[in-house]
C-alpha cells in the first residue's frame, strides 16, 4: 500500500510538471512565429537603405583608413624634412648626402618606404636614399621631375601633390612634403611608398574590389568599374578610392540582419518565457512537488525512527508522550500505552535522580529551548540505568512550537569506566607531589605552593629548612630500612608539629622543608624547629636497636625584607649551612648578618667571574735555591689578583668562593699563560730563569683542555714542573688521572708531590705516582729548629726520598737556621722568606740581576 | 701724324657704336635676403641707391641699375643669382646681403668665375681670403671676423672685466670660423672661456633654454654670442630668465631683423648688451657731414643714422658703393670699360685693388680701400680694420646707439 500510495504522489506531481511545460512551449513557439512573420512583411524598404548604407560605410572606412595611412607617412616626412640637419642642407648650409639615412637610422622607418629624396628651392635634387632598390624605378624621373616643379612653383604648403601607381596587389604612392625655414619653402622631401592593398582595404563582406585613384582620373575608373560603385574623396583632396559593392554578399549582409532581427526578438521573448516558467514553477510546480517531497521524508523517517537503536520519543507542547519508538519501550520497560499521555520526569525518575538535571529539562519544556545532558532513570522493574539524552522542541512553518523530540541512549557503563578513569588519573597526580616512602608533599609540591603563593599575591612566608645530621651513619651502620624508618619517624614528626595550613615537604634523602602557613614569620618557624628538634633527637627504637639522629634547621623568611619569595629556599639553606657549621643539632634564622655575608659573597663571586674576563688574576713568583750554592734553581708560582677596586688579594680571600663557581680552572689558566709570557720575556731579555713550577688540581690535570693547550717545551726555555697536592696520594686516582700524568711527563714536564707530610701520605701512592720531586710542607719544616722529634721525623722522610730517588724541596724555609739543618739533612732545595717571598715578574727582574748566591751564603754563616 | 689718325677714328666708332649697342643700363644685383631679414636688405639697397643717387645712377659713364635678387637666406638661390650675373651680358657686380654662408660655400666658384663681389655685411673672415694663385673678385667693406673675436674678447675682459665667459656661437662655418679667432684672442691672454655652446641654425625655445641652463650652470656671468637675429632673442630671453644681469657682447648677428621687437627693452638694458658694430654712430656723433648728406639724400632730411632700421647695411652700403662710383670712374679709363661685360668687370676689379685717389666714407677716408690680394697681404680686400670697430647699445625704442 506504501509503494502504491509512492507511486500515486509521484505520478501526480510529473503530470502536473508536464502540463505545465507544454502549454508553455506551445505559447512561445506561436508568439515567436508571430513575430517573423510581421517582420518579414515590414522590413522590405529598410532592408533596401540598409544595404546601401553599408557600402557607403565600408568605403568611408576603407578611405579613412587610407588617409590615416598616408598622413602617418606624410608625418614621417615633416618630421625628417624639418629637422635642423635636413634645414641646414636645403639651405646650403651644411653638405651632407647622408643626412636622410642618418636620421631614418634614428627612427623607426617604415617597410612601405622605398626611397627618399630632397630637393631644394630650385628643384634640384640635393641628398637620395634609397630604402629598396627594386622599388627605384616604379616612377620615372620625368615623372618625379614634373612633380616637384608643380610644388616648386606653389606657394601654399598645405597643397598636396601625389602620384600613384597600382601594380598587382600593390599601391606605390609618390608622396611630397615641404622643407621650411623661417615658415618659408625651401625645399621638398620626396618619398614613395608601397601600400599592400589587402593591408590597406582588409576583405570584408561588402567590397568585390576596391581601387585607388587620383581625384582627377577619379571619374573614368568610376565609369569603367560599375556604375553601382561607390566614390570617396580623401580628405586632402588628392586621391579617391572606389569601392565596387558584391551584391550578393550585401543582399546576403541584409537576409543575416533579418534572421538577427527575428533571432533578436525570439532571444527576447524566450527570455520573458523562461521569466514566467521560472516563476510559474516557483509559485504552482515547485509547491506540489514540495509537499510531495515533505510526505515521502516524513515516511521515511517515521520508519528509520521505528528502527532506529536510540530511545526516541516524542512530547507535545505540555511535555506529554504522544510517541514513542520500540527502542525506547526495549530501554525502560514501559510500553506505549503505558506512558502517552505522560511526562518521562513522572514515570522515568526516582530517588537517586539528580533533582538538578530534572529541572534543567523542566525549564527547557518550559522556555522551549533544546537541551543535551545526562540523567539516571528508573525501568519498569525499578533498574537504575543512565542515559544521554537530547531534547530538541519542534516547530511548524510559521516557527511555531509544537512538541518536543527526545532521543537518548544509555551510558550507565560508558559513565563507570569515565569514573574509573578520573579516580586513577587523581591517584596518579597524587603520587607525583608525594614521596612515596613517607607520604609528605615532595619538592615538586613544595615549587607549585610557592607559585600559588607568589601568584596569590602573599606577601609573608616562612620556611623552615630541615637536614638529618648523621644520617648517613644510620644507613652505613643499620641498613637502609633503619633509614627508611627513621625518614618516616622524622615525616610523623612533621605532620604532628606542623599546623593544617603548613606545608610539611621531603625533598630528597635526609632534606625536609616545612613552608608555613599564612601570615607566619621567622620566630614562628624558629619556634617549630626547635620543637622538632626536641622531638627528633629523641632516641628511637628499630628493632632492637637505639637509634639517634638529630637535625640543623635553617629558618627563613620575607617578613624582615631581607628575602623575596623566590630566594626563600636559598636564604633558609644560608640558614642551614650556618646551623651545620656551628656543630649541627642548631636552628638558625636567616638573619641580616647572614644576608649580608651571602651578599659579600655573591658580589665576589661577580667580581671574581669579571676578573676572570678581564684576565686580573696575575702570577707572582718565590724563588727557590739550591739548599748548598744558594743560586737560584727556579720560582714557584703563585696566584694573585689584582683586583681593581679590592686591590691585590690572596687566594685564601677567593679561593673559597671561586671553588664554589667551580672556576679554579679558569683562574688557574689565566695565571698559567700569563706566567710563562713573563718568564719568556724575562729569558727573552737576559734574566733566566731555570724552572717554573705551577700548583695544579687533580681535575685540572684530567681536563683535556688543558693537555691540548699546553705549551711545547722548547730547548732554551725553562723547565716547567706541576705540583699535586699530597691528597691525590689517598684517593685512589682514575685512569684518565694517570694517563694525563704520564702525557705530561713525555712532554717533559717534571711532576712534584705538594704539602707533603700535611696529611696522610701513602707510601704506596707515592711509589706509584712516581713524582720527580718531593715538596715537604712548611708545617713538618717550621718546628724543626726547637724539635728535635720532628727533625728526625723529617730525617726519615728525606731519606726515604732518598731511597725513591726522589729530589727533596723544603718550603716554608723562614731562617738561614733553618736552611742550614735542612741543607744538612739532605734537601737539595729551599723555599721560604728567609730567600725571598712571592714577587711580580719586574720584582723578580730585579731581585735575579742583584743576587748574589756568595753574599747569601755569608750571610748564612754570619747567622 | 695722319699715322695716328684712323686708330682713332676706329675708337670713337667703337665707343659710338658699343654705346649704340648698349640700350641696357649695367646692373648692380642686391643678393641679399629680403624675405626675412627685410631691414638689412632695404639698407644696403638704400646705401647703394643713395651713393649712386649721387652721380646720377652712372658709373663709368654708364647707366647703372640696382636690381633686388631675394636668396631668403638660402645658399642655392644666391648661387642661382650668380649664375644669372655670368650668364647676362650688363650685370657688373653683386652686392651681398648680411649672411655669410652664400660666399663661404661659393667663394672659389665666384673667383674661378669672375663674379665681382662688394660685401657690406658678411664678416665671416674666409670670404675674402681665397687662392692666392688666382685674382680675387670678392671685396669687403664691413667686419672682418678674423679681427671681431679678438675685438669681442677685449671688449668683455678688459672693459667688462668679465672673469668667466661663455661662447655661444651658432653651428655654421660662420660660427665656427669665428669660434677659432675667438679662441685665439683667449689664447693670448692665457685663459679659456667658461664653456662653448654651439646651437642649430634654427632653435626652437625648449634648445634656447638648455642652452641657457648649460651656461649659467658652468658659472658664466658673461657672454659673447654670434647668432641671427631670432635664434638670438630667443636666447637672450632664456638667459634674462636664468640670469638676469648676464652681460652679453653679440656680433651683430642679431641687428638686421625684428631682433629688437622680440626681447623686451627691460632686457636689453639689464644685460647691457654691446653689440658689435663699426663706427658709424660714433660719426654722427662727431658730426660727419658726408653722413648727413647721404641722410638727407636717403630721404631722411635731418634725421639719425638710428632712424633706420638697420644702420650698418646703410652705411656700408653707401661707402661700398662710394668706392665702386671711384673705382668705375679709374676704370672708365682703360679700354677694357669699352669692352663687353667680362671686360668691364676685370676693369673694374683692377681698378678696386689699384684706386689712385682716396674715397671718402661715412666711415672713413678710403685710401686706399683695397690692395691687390697677395699671400703676404691676406687683408687686401678688408675696407675695414680693427681699429675701425665700435659696441652699440640698444635705446629703449629698440634702434641702435653707440655705446661710448
Redo the contacts between chains.
Keep these: 500500500m506504501l509503494d502504491s500510495g509512492k507511486q500515486s504522489r509521484s505520478n501526480n506531481s510529473k503530470v502536473v510538471s508536464r502540463r505545465f511545460w507544454t502549454l508553455l512551449g506551445l505559447v512561445l513557439f506561436l508568439a515567436v512565429s508571430s513575430s517573423a512573420l510581421a517582420i518579414r512583411f515590414t522590413a522590405n524598404s529598410f532592408l533596401a537603405d540598409y544595404q546601401a548604407k553599408i557600402i557607403v560605410d565600408q568605403a568611408e572606412i576603407d578611405a579613412r583608413n587610407l588617409e590615416s595611412i598616408l598622413a602617418r607617412h606624410r608625418l614621417l616626412l615633416s618630421i625628417i624634412g624639418n629637422t635642423t640637419d635636413v634645414v641646414n642642407v636645403i639651405m646650403g648650409y651644411v653638405d651632407n648626402t647622408d643626412v636622410v639615412s642618418d636620421k631614418l637610422e634614428k627612427m623607426h622607418r617604415p617597410d612601405s618606404l622605398s626611397w627618399v629624396t630632397l630637393f631644394d628651392a630650385l628643384g634640384e635634387e640635393m641628398v637620395h636614399f634609397n630604402a629598396q632598390p627594386a622599388e627605384q624605378n616604379i616612377f620615372a624621373a620625368s615623372e618625379i621631375a614634373g612633380l616637384v616643379d608643380k610644388l616648386i612653383d606653389q606657394t601654399n604648403p598645405d597643397s598636396k601633390q601625389v602620384l600613384l601607381r597600382t601594380i598587382g596587389k600593390k599601391i606605390y604612392i609618390v608622396l611630397a612634403e615641404p622643407i621650411l625655414n623661417a615658415g618659408w619653402i625651401e625645399g621638398y622631401i620626396v618619398a614613395t611608398f608601397s601600400l599592400d592593398m589587402s593591408v590597406v582595404f582588409p576583405a570584408n563582406e561588402v567590397a568585390q574590389s576596391t581601387y585607388v585613384t587620383r581625384v582627377g582620373a577619379a571619374e573614368s575608373v568610376f565609369r569603367k568599374v560599375s556604375d553601382s560603385a561607390e566614390r570617396v574623396e580623401l580628405a586632402t583632396g588628392d586621391l579617391a578610392i572606389i569601392l565596387e559593392p558584391d551584391f550578393a554578399s550585401v543582399e546576403g549582409a541584409g537576409a543575416q540582419l533579418l534572421r538577427k532581427t527575428v533571432g533578436a526578438i525570439a532571444g527576447v521573448l524566450t527570455l520573458a518565457f523562461a521569466l514566467f516558467a521560472a516563476l510559474g514553477r516557483a509559485a504552482l510546480v515547485e509547491p506540489h512537488r514540495k509537499l510531495e517531497a515533505q510526505k515521502k521524508s516524513l515516511a521515511e523517517l517515521a520508519a528509520a525512527a521505528e528502527l532506529a537503536n536510540d530511545a526516541i520519543i516524542m512530547a507535545d507542547i505540555q511535555g506529554r508522550v504522544v510517541w514513542g519508538n520500540p527502542a525506547f519501550q526495549s530501554l525502560s520497560g514501559y510500553n506505549l500505552d503505558e506512558i502517552i499521555g505522560r511526562t518521562p520526569g513522572s514515570i522515568l525518575t526516582g530517588e537517586k535522580t539528580d533533582l538538578e538535571t530534572v529541572a534543567a529539562i523542566e525549564n527547557a519544556y518550559k522556555t522551549g529551548s533544546p537541551i543535551k545532558t545526562e540523567i539516571l532513570n528508573y525501568s519498569k522493574k525499578g533498574d537504575e540505568y543512565w542515559i544521554a539524552v537530547s531534547i530538541s522542541p519542534l516547530q511548524n512553518e510559521e516557527g511555531e512550537l509544537y512538541g518536543f523530540v527526545s532521543i537518548s541512549h544509555e551510558v550507565t557503563e560508558a559513565r563507570r569506566q569515565r569514573e574509573e578513569i578520573l579516580a586513577a588519573k587523581k591517584e596518579t597526580e597524587r603520587q607525583a607531589l608525594h614521596d612515596p616512602l613517607t607520604g609528605l608533599p615532595n619538592r615538586r609540591a613544595l615549587d607549585l605552593a610557592l607559585k600559588e603563593k607568589g601568584r596569590a599575591g602573599e606577601n609573608d612566608a616562612a620556611l623552615v629548612r630541615i637536614d638529618l645530621d648523621h644520617f648517613k651513619y644510620v644507613n652505613d651502620t643499620l641498613g637502609h630500612e633503619a633509614g627508611d624508618f627513621v625518614l618516616c619517624e622524622v615525616a610523623k614528626i612533621l605532620r604532628d608539629e606542623t599546623k593544617g595550613d603548613d606545608l610539611p615537604v621531603r625533598v630528597g634523602g635526609d632534606e625536609f622543608v616545612i613552608l608555613l602557613g599564612e601570615s607566619t614569620c621567622a620566630q614562628a618557624g624558629e619556634s617549630l624547629a626547635q620543637r622538632m628538634l626536641e622531638r627528633i633527637r629523641i632516641p628511637k627504637i628499630y628493632g632492637n636497636k637505639t637509634v639517634r639522629v638529630g637535625a640543623s634547621f635553617g629558618v627563613a623568611s620575607t617578613c624582615e625584607g631581607l628575602l623575596p619569595l623566590e630566594d626563600l629556599t636559598i636564604g633558609a639553606d644560608a640558614a642551614l649551612y650556618e646551623a651545620k657549621d656551628l656543630g649541627r643539632n642548631k636552628v638558625r634564622i636567616y638573619t641580616p648578618e647572614l644576608h649580608k655575608s651571602v651578599l659579600d659573597r655573591r658580589k665576589l663571586a661577580r667580581a671574581i667571574r669579571r676578573g676572570i674576563a678581564n684576565e686580573e688574576f696575575v702570577p707572582h713568583f718565590q724563588p727557590q735555591f739550591d739548599a748548598h750554592t744558594f743560586e737560584i734553581v727556579g720560582v714557584e708560582t703563585l696566584m694573585r689578583w689584582a683586583a681593581p677596586d679590592l686591590g691585590l688579594l690572596y687566594p685564601d680571600t677567593f679561593l673559597p668562593v671561586a671553588r664554589q663557581l667551580s672556576c679554579l680552572d679558569d683562574i688557574d689558566a689565566v695565571v698559567f699563560q700569563k706566567a710563562l709570557r713573563e718568564i719568556e720575556l724575562l729569558n727573552a731579555e737576559g734574566t733566566l730563569i731555570p724552572k717554573v713550577s705551577f700548583n695544579i688540581t687533580a681535575e685540572r690535570i684530567q681536563n683535556p683542555d688543558f693537555l691540548d693547550n699546553l705549551p711545547q717545551m722548547q730547548e732554551n726555555s725553562p723547565k716547567i714542573s706541576f705540583e699535586i697536592l699530597e691528597s691525590v696520594l689517598v684517593e685512589e686516582q682514575s685512569d684518565l688521572f694517570n694517563f694525563s700524568l704520564d702525557r705530561l711527563r713525555d712532554i717533559g714536564f717534571t711532576i712534584e708531590i705538594d704539602d707533603f707530610g700535611s696529611g696522610h701520605a701513602s707510601i704506596v701512592g707515592l711509589m706509584h705516582l712516581c713524582p720527580d720531586v718531593m715538596k715537604i710542607d712548611q708545617r713538618l719544616i717550621m718546628p724543626i729548629v726547637e724539635c728535635e722529634t720532628t727533625r728526625n721525623l723529617l730525617k726519615q722522610i728525606v731519606g726515604m726520598a732518598e731511597l725513591m730517588g726522589l729530589r727533596v724541596t723544603a718550603e716554608g724555609v723562614e731562617t738561614f737556621q733553618h736552611a742550614e739543618i735542612l741543607a744538612e739533612m739532605g734537601c737539595h732545595t729551599l723555599q721560604g722568606y728567609a730567600f725571598a717571598k712571592a714577587m711580580p715578574a719586574h720584582e723578580l727582574k730585579d731581585f735575579v740581576m742583584s743576587h748574589g748566591a756568595e753574599s747569601l751564603k755569608k750571610a748564612a754563616n754570619d747567622h | 701724324m695722319p699715322g695716328c689718325f684712323w686708330p682713332k677714328i676706329f675708337c670713337c666708332m667703337l665707343v659710338l657704336f658699343g654705346s649704340g649697342l648698349r640700350a641696357e643700363p649695367l646692373k648692380i644685383y642686391v643678393d641679399a635676403d629680403y624675405?626675412?631679414s627685410t631691414a638689412a636688405a632695404e639698407a644696403i639697397e638704400l646705401g647703394v641707391n643713395t651713393a649712386l643717387d649721387e652721380v646720377g645712377f652712372q658709373l663709368g659713364g654708364l647707366d647703372v641699375v640696382v636690381v633686388p635678387k631675394d636668396h631668403?637666406?638660402?645658399?642655392?638661390?644666391?648661387?642661382?643669382t650668380m649664375k644669372q650675373y655670368l650668364a647676362s651680358d650688363d650685370a657688373l657686380a653683386i652686392v651681398g646681403g648680411l649672411h655669410s654662408?652664400?660666399y663661404l660655400?661659393y667663394r672659389d666658384f665666384m673667383n674661378e668665375n669672375g663674379v665681382l663681389t662688394l660685401l657690406p655685411w658678411s664678416a665671416a673672415g674666409p670670404i675674402t681670403r681665397g687662392a692666392h694663385d688666382q685674382p680675387n673678385w670678392i671685396f669687403r667693406l664691413s667686419v672682418d671676423d678674423t679681427q671681431s673675436g679678438e675685438f669681442l674678447v677685449r671688449e668683455a675682459v678688459e672693459s667688462a672685466k668679465c672673469e668667466k665667459i661663455a661662447l655661444i656661437l651658432v653651428d655654421?662655418?660662420w660660427g665656427r670660423a669665428n669660434h677659432a679667432t675667438l679662441i685665439k684672442a683667449y689664447e693670448q691672454r692665457q685663459m679659456t672661456p667658461a664653456i662653448v655652446q654651439f646651437f642649430?641654425?634654427?632653435?626652437g625655445n625648449a634648445t634656447a633654454n638648455s642652452l641657457a641652463e648649460n651656461i649659467i650652470r658652468s658659472g658664466a656671468t658673461c657672454g659673447i654670442m654670434l647668432a641671427n637675429w631670432?635664434n638670438g632673442a630667443l636666447l637672450v630671453n632664456a638667459l634674462h630668465d636664468r640670469l638676469p644681469n648676464f652681460k652679453l657682447f653679440s656680433h651683430w648677428g642679431i641687428t638686421g631683423g625684428g631682433f629688437e621687437d622680440l626681447v623686451p627693452h627691460h632686457v636689453r638694458t639689464d644685460m647691457r648688451i654691446s653689440v658689435l658694430q663699426t663706427c658709424g654712430f660714433r660719426r654722427e656723433i662727431e658730426g660727419s657731414e658726408v653722413l648727413a648728406s647721404a641722410l638727407d639724400r636717403a630721404g631722411l632730411e635731418g634725421g639719425t643714422l638710428s632712424e633706420l632700421p638697420a644702420p650698418t647695411g646703410f652705411v656700408h652700403g653707401y661707402d661700398l658703393a662710394r668706392i665702386l662710383v671711384a673705382a668705375a670712374e679709374q676704370a672708365s679709363e682703360t679700354a677694357q670699360w669699352n669692352g663687353n661685360i667680362v671686360e668691364k668687370r676685370r676693369a673694374l676689379q683692377r681698378s678696386l685693388e689699384n684706386l689712385n685717389a682716396p674715397v671718402t666714407g661715412i666711415l672713413n677716408t678710403y685710401d686706399p680701400p683695397f690692395q691687390p690680394y697677395t699671400a703676404e697681404n691676406t687683408a687686401a680686400h678688408e675696407a675695414l680694420s680693427g681699429d675701425d670697430l665700435c659696441t652699440a647699445e640698444f635705446k629703449e625704442d629698440g634702434r641702435l646707439d653707440d655705446a661710448g
Excluded: L, Q
Design positions: 624675405t626675412i631668403r637666406g638660402n645658399v642655392k638661390r644666391s648661387k642661382r654662408p652664400p660655400s655654421t662655418g642649430a641654425t634654427s632653435i631670432n
